[in-house]
C-alpha cells in the first residue's frame, strides 16, 4: 500500500513564519501550500521507502469549465436532424473509423495518441454540483454541502488533493499537486467548491498558482487572443485587460524575478513588510512549513517552470501566445520538474458555457487554441520521453443539451444548455491505448447507449494509473480512514 511521506516539519520563529507568509503577496497561493519540504535547489529524494507501481508517474487534469458540448467536438451525429448535429462536420483523424469534428484538426492527426470515453454520466445539470462531481470524483454530496459557492471543510476532498497526499513526492522543491492558472471563481464573486481538502484539512489543499488576474467576469476565453463577452447583447463597456503574469508578482518594483535566486535577496525584501504583515497575522493562519517556499522561488527550474510569457519563439507558435497555450505550457513544465499532478482550468468563469452563439465561439474563439496547445502539449511529453509517464485527462463538468436553443435576451445565434447525462472525457498517456472509443452515447448523443461511466470511475482511472492499491485510504482532521476508489478503473483505457 502506497502511504502519503512522513514529512516532519522545521520549526520556525513567528516572525520568520510572518516573513514566509509574505510570499503569499507573490500570487502564489502560500496560504494553502501543503508540506513543501526545505531542501536546496536540485536536491534529490531520499531513495529506499515505497515506490510507485503504477504505469504513471504524474498526471495533467485539464479541466473546461463551463462543459464543452459532445455534439461539436468528441461525438458528432451527423445522422441527426439539423437541431441536433449543429453546423460542424466530422473529420476523420489518424485512427480509422474514428471521427472527431473539424475545428479539431490537430488532434485528429494525433487520434494515435489518445482515446476518448463518450459515456460518463452523472445526474446533475448545475454548474456547481458539476464542478464538484468532477473534481472530487464523487457524484454523490458530502454530508454537509450546500452548493452555494462556497468550499467547506465538510465537502469530499479533490482529486488533486487526493492524489498529493497518496503518491510519493517525486521533487523536494515543489508541492505535490498543482492548480493553474487560477481559481474556478463564478461571475458572481462566489468559489467554487470540490477543488479543495475539504475533509483531509486546509494543509492538503493543491497549490494554487494564480497567474491569472481577476477582471471583468463577463469576459470569457483565451486571453488575449481568443478573449470574448459572454453575452453579445450585454457586453462589458469595457475591454478585457487581463494579463497573464506567471506568477504575478508583486514585489517592489526594483526587485525582479531574476533577482529572487537565494533566500537572503527574498527575505530582506519580505522584512520591509514586516510591521504590516505583524498587525495582519493574527488574522491570517501560518503554516509551520512556509519558509520552504522561498527555496521554491530560489530554485531555477521551478522559476522556468513558472516564466512562460518568456517561452522562445517556438515554443510561443507552438502552444500560442494566449492563458491557454501558456497554462498547458506551465503545466509541462511543471511535470517535467517532478509535480505528481497539475489541474489546469482552461478558462475560469464557466466559459465553455456555450448557451449561445455556440458555433462562432467554439470555432473561432475556443477550440483553436486548446487544439494548438493540446497537441504542443502531447508532442512535448512524446519528445521527452514523458508521455509513457504522464496521464493526460480533459473534461468539464458536464455536457451540452441534445436540441439547439436561443435564449433571445442575451445571445444573436443559438446554443445548448447544461446536459450532465453525458459527456465525452479526453485520456492520453501513460499507457492510454491510441485511437480508442470507450462507450457511446444514443444517435442523438444524448444518454449513454453503451458502457456508461461515473466521475468514480474517471477518478478510479487516475488513481489506478498512478499507483494508488484499490486497499488505499486518506485520514480526515480527526484521523480516520475513507476510501480513495469509489469505483473501477474504466476498462480498456490503463
Known amino acids: 500500500m502506497i502511504d502519503p ?20 503577496l507573490l500570487g502564489l497561493g502560500m496560504n494553502h501550500l501543503a508540506a513543501l519540504r526545505e531542501t536546496r535547489a536540485g536536491e534529490q529524494l531520499p531513495k529506499g521507502g515505497t515506490t510507485n507501481s503504477g504505469r504513471a508517474k504524474s498526471c495533467i487534469y ?26 460542424f462536420n466530422p473529420i476523420a483523424t489518424s485512427t480509422p473509423g ?13 487520434s494515435h495518441r489518445w482515446s476518448v470515453l463518450r459515456s460518463l454520466t452523472h445526474s446533475t445539470n448545475e454548474h456547481t454540483l458539476g464542478h464538484y462531481y468532477m473534481l472530487t470524483g464523487r457524484s454523490v454530496t458530502s454530508p454537509g454541502f450546500v452548493g452555494d459557492r462556497k468550499p467547506r471543510p465538510s465537502d469530499w476532498p479533490s482529486i488533486a488533493s487526493i492524489v498529493g497526499d497518496a503518491v510519493p513526492r517525486r521533487s523536494n522543491n515543489l508541492p505535490p499537486a498543482i492548480v493553474l492558472p487560477e481559481r474556478l471563481v463564478h461571475w458572481s464573486g462566489g468559489v467554487m467548491p470540490g477543488a479543495y481538502g475539504g475533509l483531509m484539512g486546509a494543509r ?19 486571453y488575449p487572443e481568443y478573449t470574448f463577452a459572454n453575452e453579445t447583447k450585454k457586453a462589458p463597456k469595457d475591454p478585457d485587460a487581463r494579463v497573464y503574469q506567471a506568477p504575478n508578482i508583486t514585489l517592489s518594483p526594483d526587485l525582479s524575478l531574476g533577482r529572487v535566486n537565494n533566500r537572503v535577496s527574498l ?7 514586516r510591521s504590516d504583515l505583524e498587525r495582519s497575522a493574527a488574522l491570517q493562519s501560518y503554516d509551520d512549513h512556509r519558509q520552504s517556499a522561498i527555496s521554491l522561488l530560489a530554485a531555477n527550474d521551478v522559476r522556468r517552470a513558472f516564466d512562460v510569457t518568456n517561452a522562445d519563439e517556438d515554443t510561443q507558435v507552438r502552444y500560442g501566445r494566449n492563458s491557454y497555450g501558456w497554462s498547458l505550457l506551465m503545466a509541462y513544465r511543471l511535470i517535467e520538474s517532478g509535480v505528481n499532478l497539475v489541474q489546469v482550468n482552461l478558462g475560469s468563469n464557466e466559459t465553455w458555457d456555450t448557451h449561445g452563439e455556440i458555433f462562432h465561439r467554439l470555432k473561432d474563439k475556443l477550440l483553436p487554441p486548446t487544439d494548438r496547445a493540446l497537441c504542443a502539449l502531447l508532442d512535448d511529453l512524446n519528445v521527452s520521453g514523458l508521455l509513457d509517464s504522464t ?10 443539451t441534445p436540441k ?10 443559438p446554443g445548448r444548455d447544461h446536459w450532465g447525462a453525458v459527456q465525452s472525457v479526453f485520456f492520453a498517456g501513460a499507457g492510454v491505448p491510441g485511437g480508442a472509443v470507450i462507450g457511446s452515447s444514443d444517435k442523438i448523443a444524448a444518454y449513454p447507449a453503451s458502457n456508461p461511466q461515473k466521475p468514480e470511475n474517471m477518478a478510479a482511472t487516475i488513481y489506478h494509473a498512478l499507483g494508488i492499491p484499490e486497499t488505499a485510504a486518506w485520514h480526515d482532521e480527526l484521523n480516520r480512514p475513507h476510501h480513495i476508489y469509489h469505483g473501477q478503473p474504466i476498462a480498456g483505457l490503463v
Open 98 to 110: 474514428l471521427d472527431i469534428c473539424e475545428h479539431l484538426p490537430g488532434l485528429a492527426k494525433q
Open 391 to 400: 496521464l493526460v485527462v480533459m473534461a468539464g463538468e458536464f455536457g451540452r
Open 62 to 87: 485539464i479541466f473546461l469549465s463551463g462543459g464543452l458540448s459532445q455534439h461539436d467536438s468528441f461525438d458528432l451525429k451527423p445522422d441527426a436532424p439539423a437541431e441536433v448535429r449543429g453546423e
Open 204 to 222: 492538503r489543499d493543491p497549490f494554487f498558482i494564480e497567474a491569472s488576474p481577476y477582471g471583468n467576469p463577463f469576459w470569457r476565453g483565451a
Open 267 to 273: 527575505l530582506r525584501e519580505l522584512d520591509h513588510q
Open 5 to 24: 511521506l512522513n514529512l516532519r516539519h522545521p520549526s520556525i520563529s513567528r516572525r520568520t513564519a510572518v516573513q514566509a507568509g509574505a510570499v503569499g
Open 404 to 413: 439547439l436553443s436561443l435564449l433571445a435576451d442575451s445571445y444573436q445565434q
